[in-house]
């Protein structure tokens, strides 16, 4: 006889019984290089998010293009696509935002035939009608300002309904009994994009995200109300809190490319580790836009990697005058990251986020976005191992010892070869807790640790002295 069995299970019969478990062998980083962004747009499914590897997947499900900067449209999903995957990010977290008036714009054919825009649009598509290459058929053309989107062609009208469906563009909401009879083109009419969005809107989208807890970035889509991101900064402080590690990157006005003032106020106002506040804006993208740029790629860059002077792909600063040494050394101790040029490339000038002052256990130096980056990946990946290592252990000093080792061995010991870390980490039972020398009680299912490590930064500042010899 043989079979399975479980712990503490006795068979009957004599033979060979086995189990087969899942064993726990080391700790599994968490994904970087995922970012978060909202967006309106004329296309593509509303108010759920979608997880985009390709920059081609975006385009498809939403109607955008490649080299198209999206500047001066009355949607915004354009401008995320082109910015998010100038940063090179592993996947874009992408929400479509839109109100209760979102509708799908709809045509009617004669012989009874209605169709209907697979998603909410005020995209401008005529159906036209006209003579099949068949004997007795007919072909249906999906127009869009003069261009044909899709033409399919039967005699049937069944089988001409199900190529219609087929084509992404188009459902059939109701089929004559006969082929529609041929028209130049019916406007389709009544669609509603849902692009005028509010708080709410925004809201929802940050309510997904948390649902998700998957992005170590986010943006919002360049806007500027002073409601809106302030409930974005309330959301970002608490999700934290909660183990929600993600950074937000956010900016402001076209004013600000000429008066770094107001964005150093900003950048002060917030004084905050996981907000990276965008002075400037490249390209014609204001700072606010930039900033969706900025959170894919500080989302996305190695962890042994700083952001100061990496350059980056765009031509040009919208305004280059207040880019001064001083100007420069303000932003960077008010905390505010900046777009300069240097040798005719567009870089970053440095690696800031925007704190600056410290507050309770934090120090100046998590003003660093590097070093921001190492903390919340360590911290959200031991957690994440926490949480699957404690489902098949029981809290004995053996347990947590053996814990400790892996953390050590499996987590920090890479962190450390990649220099992400310093050598000389510790990952070990807390003695306040644990141990003869226990200072505070513990309950039975509570297990405490304690560790060090020292984060390791860009080589930013090089001092030179030189003894010249005659």
């Known amino acids: 006889m043989a079979g399975t069995y479980q712990v503490g299970q006795s068979k009957t019969l004599s033979g060979v019984y086995s189990l087969i478990m899942a064993l726990v062998s080391g700790v599994t980083g968490s994904p970087r290089g995922i970012v978060a962004v909202p967006f309106t747009a004329d296309w593509g499914p509303v108010n759920e998010l979608r997880v985009l590897g390709r920059a081609t997947e975006f385009d498809v499900l939403f109607n955008t293009k490649e080299g198209q900067s999206g500047i001066g449209t009355d949607t915004t999903a354009q401008k995320v696509r082109t910015l998010a995957y100038k940063a090179l990010p592993n996947q874009v977290l992408g929400y479509r935002m839109a109100t209760s008036s979102a509708s799908k714009a709809s045509a009617t054919l004669a012989q009874g035939w209605t169709l209907e825009t697979v998603y909410p649009t005020k995209r401008q598509f005529k159906a036209a009608v006209k003579a099949g290459v ?8 999906i127009v869009e300002n003069g261009i044909i989107l899709a033409a399919v062609e039967d005699t049937d009208p069944l089988a001409l309904a199900n190529k219609l469906n087929a084509t992404g563009l188009v459902t059939v909401q109701a089929m004559g009994a006969a082929l529609p009879a041929t028209t130049a083109g019916v406007d389709f009419t009544g669609g509603d994009n849902g692009a005028n969005v509010t708080t709410t809107e925004y809201s929802n989208f940050l ?21 809106v991101n302030a409930m974005f900064d309330a959301w970002l402080r608490r999700v934290r809190d909660e183990g929600l590690y993600i950074t937000a990157a956010r900016g402001g006005l076209a004013t600000w490319d000429s008066d770094l003032t107001l964005a150093n106020a900003a950048s002060k106002a917030l004084n905050y580790r996981g907000v990276i506040n965008v002075g400037n804006g490249c390209d014609g993208y204001t700072s606010a836009e930039m900033a969706i740029f900025t959170a894919a790629y500080a989302a996305s860059i190695p962890l042994n990697m700083g952001m100061t002077d990496q350059v980056v792909p765009f031509t040009y ?3 280059k005058t207040p880019l001064n040494v001083g100007g420069r050394t303000t932003a960077k101790n008010s905390g505010t990251l900046l777009f300069m040029v240097e040798g005719g490339q567009v870089v970053i000038d440095e690696d800031v986020n925007t704190l600056t002052t410290a507050v309770g256990l934090e120090s100046a130096e998590m003003g660093s976005i590097r070093i921001n980056n190492t903390l919340d990946y360590i911290v959200g990946s031991l957690e994440a191992f926490g949480n699957e290592y404690k489902k098949s252990r029981s809290n004995t000093q053996e347990a947590r010892r053996t814990y400790a080792a ?11 070869r990649q220099e992400v870390i310093q050598p000389g980490f510790t990952y070990q039972e807390d003695p306040d807790y644990h141990g003869k020398n226990a200072v505070f009680p513990t309950k039975l299912n509570q297990a405490f640790f ?12 090089i001092y030179q002295k030189f003894g010249v010899q005659f």
């Open 134 to 141: 068949a004997v007795n058929a007919v072909t249906v053309q």
């Open 207 to 227: 309510a997904e995200i948390e649902a998700d807890h998957t992005a170590n970035g986010i943006a919002l889509d360049g806007v500027t109300d002073v409601q």
């Open 317 to 319: 600063v919208n305004v």
């Open 406 to 416: 892996l953390v050590e061995s499996t987590f920090f010991a890479p962190l450390a």
């Open 450 to 461: 304690t560790s060090t490590f020292t984060p390791v930064d860009s080589m930013e500042q």
